[in-house]
């Protein structure tokens, strides 16, 4: 009877000489039909463990402890077990280096993939896809572990490495679901904050280490892991505070936002460090509210490994990025942005993929993410890959990841970056270089179906958010219903009205009025869209210059023309958006890896910026005027837009009470205008309201009025197609805001 046992021992091999090999060189496309526990008669099973350094290992069942055989040299080990059932067991593991380790086996666990979800997955509509795929820690069996899944429908083999098993990808291979293209594994015991990735073989052989697409945290360059994160409470808004984003995000709202890229806003001069999300909360939102702002708009803050590129190639599109600090802290900064009633908006880039070997190029050594021909699939501006967005799989992780931000955080909106990239085959190519759609067009059809799905279910999942498109070009219905053939967003920065608006105000006065009209242009356009007049990190970076230094003339010049022109856009149709350090008129160009010059504020001339900006919005938010019909033609009407001879731009915005309006009248050259004539609609007393020329701005201290109450009243004086009229003086380089308080005259 011995000699007989030795002889199965010894045979057993050759019987599994193929399985050895495959596990050994860490390529095994179906482990589970091999591995764990399998039924060798009614009354016997046999356990396999492939268990690399190993010397001993013996399966536990209760007070029984069953020695497993090791297979010839290698590093299977197989135990038979009388029962007649599937057992229940943990094993014990004995390592050369004396150690020993009591574990679940990785196959001894069914399956609990959601076999409806991954249909969902597959169709392109799992809106929480999150929530499926990635590292879970979850409880199976009885058991704490994490789930592991990942979508690699083209490897020959994935498994799962990390600190926990010294990053062999002979130990945990993931179970193959072909219907789906997902793997899948089980692993007990793992503890919050191991590294991890996925070890995936190709079809040809080679072997990739890729992080998780799904991961919720990921190591800071140069690491290159996902980290195992246990989900934590995220940020749930109570009626009160839906009701609130709603009426904060309105069309009929006043939006003025504050852009800001959280490593440079400010840092800590002792160390020249980043800010943490909670000092930031401590610091920056006061700061926000102080100047009047109602949004913060958070430059990218998805895991991503180059500072230079500032969030824009982002890698772990889950992941909130390490640098300034724990998931927990970011859940509180954005509870904080709540308690204030401060709207918070994140950066969103789905248009592109950096080319890092751990990142989604090439996910499964196949063109998984993104379009296999170049000229679909490499971005030649920036060097990145472009999604694959006719792909169902891609259209469900890029969905689910807009919906993960809004849903589990309670923000307030994306602001998608480089929509244009994505809608236009030939976005940045030449002839030659681009492949015409099905139909002979240029039109990216998988990439408006894209962005119409994320819009459409995010603000059908999300109510009160605001979706903004990046968007510079003349492509029609960006912020239209998709149900009316739109791309579904709620507002769409106008670029065309930045670009115009920066070159007038570069010129000098003497030549403004041979270009007046790029001041007017945009009101040809105003209602085509929702828009956001943007004047955004681009436009003080790759040596533009900071805005303070676009402006022509001498020092207090260039400081008059910035307060006129902030002034201008704060009454121009549109939502706002400054980026951080325009507001004090900071003069060197934004460099994203030191602190903004705070140190400016010691000037006069600086803090009057702040002070013109801060006084810009309490007027924007308290008057209807400026804000109730940004999207009408019945809020805006033009006193005069012709006066190029004295670069003088006078309108009318109205709110939604027509008795409701104000009367802006900008002067663009340093030329002080006394008795200026202007029509008005009403008679009665008006008031001046703002002007940009005050002393506390840093202006030249010309009244509008003599009146020390800033009162005029009108005169029975036709002027501009109204009867009435009022005689102000107007300062040079100067915007001024006039407000009808009463009709007695």
Known sequence: MRSRVRQEQSAQPLIYQSQIEALSVGCFKDPFSFLGPHKINDSRYEVRCFLPGATMVSVVMGSQQIAAQRQGESDLFVATIDCTSVPEY?????????????????????????????????????????????????????????????????????????????????????????????????????????????AITTLMGEVLDKADPFAFKMQQAPGTASVLHASKATVKLDEHALKNRAKRNS??????????????????????????????????????KALGFTHLQLMPISEYPFDGSWGYQPVGLFAVTSRYGSFDDFVYFVQQCHEANLGIILDWVPGHFPSDPHGLHRFDGSHLYEHA?????????????????????????????????????????????????????????EEGQWVANQYGGRENLGAIECLKQVNL???ANNPGIMMVAEESTAWPGVTRHVEHDGLGFGYKWNMGWMNDSLHYMQRDPLYRAHHHHEMTFSMVY???????????????????????????????????????????????????????????????????????????????????????????????????????????????????????????????????QADDFVVVVSNLTPQVYHDYVIGVPKAGRYQVILNTDKPEFFGSGVEVTSDPEQIILTQNMLNHGFTQSVVVSLPGLATVYLKKVSDES
């Open 90 to 198: 943990q094993l014990d593991v004995s390592y050369a280096d004396k150690a020993s380790h009591r574990h679940y086996d990785e196959y001894s666990f069914a399956s609990t993939l959601d076999e409806q979800a991954m249909y969902l997955f597959n169709e392109g509509s799992l809106e929480h896809a999150y929530r499926h795929l990635g590292a879970h820690f979850t409880t199976q069996q009885g058991v704490e572990g994490v789930r592991f899944t990942v979508w690699a429908p083209n490897a020959s083999s994935v498994s799962v490495i990390g600190e926990f098993n010294f990053w062999q990808r002979q130990r945990h291979f993931m179970r193959f679901h072909p219907a789906s293209g997902v793997w899948e594994l089980f692993i007990a015991g793992l503890k919050e904050d191991q590294c991890y990735k996925f």
């Open 251 to 288: 069309i009929e709202s006043p939006i003025s936002i504050y852009e800001v890229h959280a490593g440079s806003w400010q840092r800590r001069d002792d160390s020249s460090r980043y800010l943490t999300w909670r000092e930031l909360a401590d610091n920056l939102i006061p700061y926000t």
């Open 373 to 429: 021909d170049i000229r679909q699939g490499f971005h030649p501006d920036w060097n990145t890959y472009i999604y694959n967005y006719d792909r169902a799989e891609v259209r469900s992780f890029l969905i689910a990841n807009a919906m993960y931000w809004l849903h589990e955080f309670g923000i307030d909106g994306l602001r998608v970056d480089a929509v244009a990239s994505m809608l236009y085959l030939d976005y940045s190519r």
């Open 457 to 459: 279910r995010c603000y």
């Open 526 to 656: 105003a209602y085509s869209e929702n828009y956001v007049l943007p004047l955004s990190h681009d436009e003080v970076v790759h040596g533009k210059g900071s805005l303070i230094e676009k402006m022509p003339g001498d020092d207090w010049q260039k400081f008059a023309n910035l307060r006129a022109y902030y002034a201008f856009m704060w009454a121009h149709p549109g939502k706002k958006l400054l980026f951080m350090g325009a507001e004090f008129a900071q003069r060197r160009e934004w460099n994203h890896d030191q602190s903004l010059d705070w140190h400016l504020l010691e000037h006069t001339s600086h803090r009057g910026v702040q002070e013109t900006i801060k006084a810009l919005n309490k007027v924007y938010c308290n008057t209807p005027a400026l804000y109730e019909q940004d999207t009408s033609p019945a809020g805006f009407a033009w006193l005069d837009s012709n006066n190029s001879a004295q670069s003088i731009f006078s309108f009318i915005r109205y709110a939604k």
